[in-house]
């Protein structure tokens, strides 16, 4: 139980750490524009 519930966390954090990624991206390509 403890480890799926870690691995879910880090799960979620990985999701969030690639959407930050997809944003920074977005703003990267808009000011090249």
Known sequence: H???GCKKV???K???F???QDHAD???NK???
Do not use: F, V
Request: net charge positive; glycine share 6%; aromatic share 0%.
């Open 14 to 16: 990985a999701q969030e």
């Open 2 to 4: 403890g480890i799926r």
């Open 18 to 20: 690639k959407r930050l």
């Open 26 to 28: 977005e703003i990267h």
């Open 10 to 12: 880090s799960t979620e």
């Open 31 to 33: 000011k090249k524009t």
